[in-house]
């Protein structure tokens, strides 16, 4: 009688890591990460070289240097006394505004003229193909550089404001439209809790967001009453006093204020200034960009089944319900990886700021400061190194989105 036992191990050998398909693809994937070693090793070495043989050297000792230039646009204290990294962290700021402002605008242009282009009015349609086909078709280098032009050209100067009975006024005696930007009231704080401004804010940040996430809780405790129950506890009032009350005593505690700007000598003075520079920069990414959402946002919408409309509209629901409770969630799944890009394009093509005289990165670090110390190579690192996180960071933020809305199987 014959009885059962495992088959002998076969012993591992040197001729596996090609023959056997088990180890092949590990080995090639080894012998890959190898020659990009090697390659890499081999260009920075010649580089080193190359830099010692010319007498010069790679250092970033440079950023502790007086800078000696002014920045106008600018979010912290800095003047010409500052050094080049203070500069540097100001450009940063100012490109991450920038982009931060339009990819909030181009979202909303796009997903308007989306839906726009898909309505059955024949002229809204067409007027929104029109938007789409223009504004994506030309650079938006060119958008930049009219927006501005027309924005020095057609906007009042501060000396219309002057005089018993001046050509211009105020809005409100409260916003000032000239050619040299928009100047508004600034929020100031009279009894703040910490010295020093920047951490204000921080804290007026962190009390929103705590507002955030718990109208998320209050709203997911609904969810969970109208599934036990069928029938969902009315959460608006809940949810505006979360975000109004805490913010409200933080204000009435801090001793918010306002500063007016007020024109003194030839020009305002006091309030926030949003310069000609960053409107224009900031509009023009908005259009040209929104004009690709636009499309993206059709895809989107077309990808859904004209069943799932035509169920909604049967069960009495209205077009515009429809179209935001049973389309757009649906659609997003489909809208959002393309929108990363469109986001990532938006911080990349700030660098044109540099075209009418916006200070962001490309400008400060990548242009006053390279031409001035003759680091290009540091620079230009610095450069690569800043835009390459922060397109990580955006990709990160819109993956981690994207994940939260796609669907979820059981």
């Known amino acids: 009688m014959s009885t059962l036992t495992d088959p002998p191990q076969e012993q591992f050998r040197l001729s596996m890591l090609v023959n056997d398909t088990r180890y092949r693809s590990l080995t090639?994937?080894?012998?890959?990460?190898?020659?990009?070693?090697?390659?890499?090793?081999?260009?920075?070495?010649?580089?080193?070289?190359?830099l010692r043989a010319a007498g010069l050297n790679i250092s970033?000792?440079?950023?502790?240097?007086?800078?000696?230039?002014?920045?106008?646009?600018?979010?912290?204290?800095?003047?010409?006394?500052?050094s080049?990294?203070?500069?540097?962290?100001?450009?940063?700021?100012?490109?991450?505004?920038?982009?931060?402002?339009?990819?909030?605008?181009?979202?909303?242009?796009?997903?308007?003229?989306?839906?726009?282009?898909?309505?059955?009015?024949?002229?809204?349609?067409?007027?929104?193909?029109?938007?789409?086909?223009?504004?994506?078709?030309i650079p938006v280098l060119i958008w930049i550089i009219?927006?501005?032009t027309i924005m020095t050209?057609?906007?009042?100067?501060?000396?219309?404001?002057?005089?018993?009975?001046?050509s211009s006024s105020m809005v409100f005696d409260l916003f000032a439209f000239t050619n040299r930007g928009v100047y508004t009231p600034m929020p100031l704080f009279e009894s703040g809790l910490f010295a020093s401004a920047a951490l204000n804010w921080l804290l007026v940040l962190a009390v929103l967001v705590g507002s955030f996430f718990v109208m998320r809780m209050v709203n997911a405790s609904a969810t969970q009453k109208q599934e036990a129950t069928g029938i969902r506890p009315n959460t608006l009032f809940v949810n505006l006093a979360v975000w109004i009350v805490p913010f409200a005593l933080l204000m009435l505690v801090m001793g918010l204020t306002?500063?007016?700007?007020?024109?003194?000598?030839?020009?305002?003075?006091?309030?926030?200034?949003?310069?000609?520079?960053?409107?224009?920069?900031?509009?023009?990414?908005?259009i040209y960009t929104g004009a690709f959402i636009a499309e993206n946002v059709r895809a989107g919408i077309q990808a859904i089944s004209k069943g799932q409309t035509e169920a909604a509209a049967a069960l009495g629901m209205r077009p515009g319900r429809i179209m935001n409770l049973v389309v757009l969630p649906q659609a997003l799944r489909v809208i959002i990886p393309p929108l990363i890009s469109n986001f990532l394009n938006i911080t990349k093509n700030s660098s044109l700021a540099i075209a009418v005289g916006y200070a962001d990165?490309?400008?400060?670090?990548?242009?006053?400061?390279?031409?001035?110390?003759?680091?290009?190579?540091?620079?230009?690192?610095l450069l690569m190194l800043f835009y390459l996180t922060a397109s990580l960071m955006i990709s990160m933020v819109m993956n981690v989105y994207n994940a939260s809305v796609k669907l979820k199987e059981r």
């Open 258 to 286: 306002w500063e007016v700007p007020e024109l003194k000598g030839f020009n305002f003075k006091g309030g926030i200034k949003i310069g000609g520079p960053l409107i224009a920069l900031w509009f023009a990414l908005s």
């Open 361 to 381: 990165i490309t400008a400060t670090l990548g242009g006053v400061t390279l031409n001035q110390t003759g680091r290009a190579i540091e620079c230009v690192l």
């Open 153 to 166: 050209a057609v906007m009042p100067g501060p000396r219309d404001f002057r005089g018993a009975d001046p």
């Open 84 to 137: 080049h990294a203070s500069a540097a962290v100001v450009g940063i700021l100012n490109t991450l505004l920038v982009a931060f402002l339009a990819c909030i605008t181009a979202t909303f242009f796009g997903v308007i003229a989306g839906v726009l282009r898909l309505s059955n009015n024949w002229l809204v349609s067409k007027l929104m193909a029109v938007y789409v086909e223009i504004f994506r078709n």
């Open 60 to 82: 970033y000792s440079f950023l502790g240097d007086r800078s000696g230039y002014d920045i106008a646009q600018r979010l912290i204290e800095y003047d010409s006394q500052s």
């Open 28 to 50: 090639f994937q080894a012998i890959a990460a190898l020659v990009l070693a090697l390659a890499i090793w081999y260009l920075g070495n010649n580089l080193i070289q190359n």
């Open 146 to 148: 009219i927006i501005f």
